[in-house]
């Protein structure tokens, strides 16, 4: 898993429209990276719309968010438009991006350990510096918290 100060791993993932969004990009911005579990399902729906609903207080402060899941572009598209999603949402279907935020944790299911997502959030600042590392995170009211650890960036 990642920790506050570590450097935060490149990445280059399609978002709903099939647009590459890559981190060396967006230096010199703050970028908050949201992983959740799965498109259209009661917590991860309310997670994504909290953050849409910051997003403007988010951009005032020089920050990004990026939700990610290992759903396609094409679900991603269906989310966005059924539920008004306004942040990104980066698909990634080989779960590259999940295995290199340590995201795909062992997890005991009937007996049997399997790789499974766990919700989580990266803070990355300006220099692409981890400043915040939360795994195991509640999806209702978590966007707020975040916004409360981005302003404290500035």
Known sequence: ????????????SPDADMNFVELPQLRGRIVVLFFYLRDDTPGCTAEAIEFSELEGDFARLGAVVLGVSRDDCIRHGEFRDKHGIGV?????????????????????????????????????????????????????????????LVKELE
């Open 1 to 12: 898993m990642l920790k506050a100060g570590d450097p935060a791993p490149d990445f280059s």
């Open 88 to 148: 990104p949402l980066l698909a990634d279907k080989e779960q590259t991006m999940s295995e290199a935020y340590g995201v795909m944790q062992d997890k005991d299911v009937d007996g049997v350990m399997r790789k499974s997502a766990v919700r989580a959030t990266f803070v990355i600042d300006k220099q692409g510096v981890i400043r915040h590392a939360l795994y195991g995170v509640s999806s209702r009211g978590h966007a707020a918290e975040v916004l409360e």
